[in-house]
């Protein structure tokens, strides 16, 4: 889940929000509900600012699976 890859690695949801613009509830819901289905559009953005932020690259699988890049 991308709320146990945030905790990891010490990112702040509030990071997300001012990075991308979006609403403070959808990235809530983004990062708590394994339910959530984000737009392709929505993942690239995440992914973007994810790798950028961490400086490395971070894959689908990692963020919100849970697995080793």
């Known amino acids: 889940m991308l709320r146990t890859f945030l905790d990891a690695n010490e990112v702040k949801q509030v990071e997300?929000?001012?990075?991308?613009?979006?609403d403070a509830s959808n990235v809530n819901r983004l990062a708590n509900d394994p339910g959530a289905n984000p737009t392709?559009?929505?993942?690239e953005t995440l992914l973007a600012f994810l790798s950028k932020r961490l400086g490395r690259p971070v894959t689908y699988e990692e963020a919100f699976n849970g697995k080793e890049a």
């Open 16 to 22: 997300v929000v001012k990075a991308t613009g979006w």
């Open 40 to 43: 392709r559009e929505t993942i």
